[in-house]
């Protein structure tokens, strides 16, 4: 009888022991990769829809450093992306600045854009990379940039990103 409870007892040992599940932490205290909270997905539902060349219009008629008054979501290719990851990497930045297009005429710079559910990047493998559709939704603004007049959208997110 001794026997088979010490079987059982080594049995129930094993089976406790083998449940344990590691954190998630690169060393004791270093929690910089894990999220504070369980990312969701908000729907996007607010937003002036419009094309890059339309927001290019509408930039230009804005006064210099000055805002637009609606929120616009621009849909486009990314052309050239002006962040470098390892600006991510050192923390030197949270958030990313490129250039996308539609295949007008115009491009327009997504400056200083958050990731989605305007949320920071942690990582530089959240960058979406050069030729990915994305959609961001921010304010226009017109920066002189030494004589040479650049529409950007500010105050921006990534809403969605497409292959």
Known sequence: MKKYFFIAAAFIAILLSSCNESPYINSPGDNSYNYPDIPTWIPDTNGIVVSVDSAYAIGLTQKEDEKSAYAYKISGKITEMVTKAE?????????????????????????????????????????????????????????????????????????????
């Open 87 to 163: 600006d991510i990497t050192s923390g030197k930045y949270s958030s990313i600045s490129f250039y996308m297009s539609d295949g007008g005429k115009q491009t327009i710079e997504a400056y200083l854009t958050n990731n989605i559910n305007n949320k920071p990047f942690h990582d530089p493998s959240e960058i979406p990379a050069v030729g990915t559709n994305v959609t961001v939704q921010g304010r226009l603004t017109l920066y002189n940039n030494n004589g040479k007049k650049i529409v950007e959208l500010t105050d921006s997110y990534i809403v969605r990103i497409e292959n």
